[in-house]
Structure formats: C-alpha cells, structure tokens
C-alpha cells in the first residue's frame, strides 16, 4: 500500500512558476513509476508527466507542457516533483500526484495503482 499527498500549489501569475511535491510511504517507492495528471473544471483528468524508476529514470511529458515542466524524483525522500515555469491560465486546475507499477501505458490513469489527493493550481491572466 503507497499513500501519497501532494504539497505546493497555489495562486500564481501567468509567466510564473510553482514546484508541485508528492511524499510516498513505503519501502518500494524507488520501483514505482510516478505520474502527474491534472483535472481542469468541466473537463476529463489528463496525463501531465511520468518518470520510470529504471532506464536512467526516463520522463515522458505531454505535448502542453514540454519545456516548460520537469518532473523528477528523489528516492531517498520519497518524492517526486513538478517544476512547472512560464505557467499559462490553461494550466489551472488540480493536479494528481500518482504510482504505478507498470512501467508501460503511463499515459493513462488506468495504469495507476495508487493517487494522491490531488492541490490546485491557480493561473491567473
């Protein structure tokens, strides 16, 4: 069983940056595949960004975010982040913090096993 809880969002301008944090319990943190996803009002929850535990730790990002979001991992703090800079009024919504163990089909929810829940990030124009 993991439990994640997710830190750090909050009220910023367009153009500004905010650093999402996720702590994970457990002792096999380091073998899971960690995800973002977010959740905008009237619309479905969408794959932000995901970092596989093996192959270097590999990130995968969707299109929307690419250059300007980095997802990393610190697996002696069981957590991992979100830097998310030049953030647009699009990104508003609340993001998930979650754990799989597949390392394949991250790009979908589906493939998480565990989820945190959820801090809202708030980009004003």
């Known amino acids: 069983q993991v439990q994640l809880v997710e830190s750090g969002g909050g009220l910023v301008q367009a153009g500004g940056s905010l650093r999402l944090s996720c702590a994970a319990s457990g002792r096999a943190f380091s073998t899971y595949t960690m995800g973002w996803f977010r959740q905008a009002p009237g619309k479905e929850r969408e794959f932000v960004a995901a970092i596989i535990p093996w192959s270097g730790g590999s990130t995968y990002y969707t299109d929307s975010v690419k250059g300007r979001f980095t997802i990393s991992r610190d697996n002696a703090k069981n957590t991992v982040y979100l830097q998310m800079n030049s953030l647009k009024p699009e990104d508003t919504a609340v993001y998930y913090c979650?754990?799989?163990?597949?390392?394949?089909?991250?790009?979908?929810?589906?493939?998480?096993?565990?989820w945190g829940q959820g801090t809202q990030v708030t980009v004003s124009s």
């Open positions: 979650a754990a799989s163990t597949k390392l394949t089909g991250f790009r979908s929810e589906h493939a998480y096993n565990y």
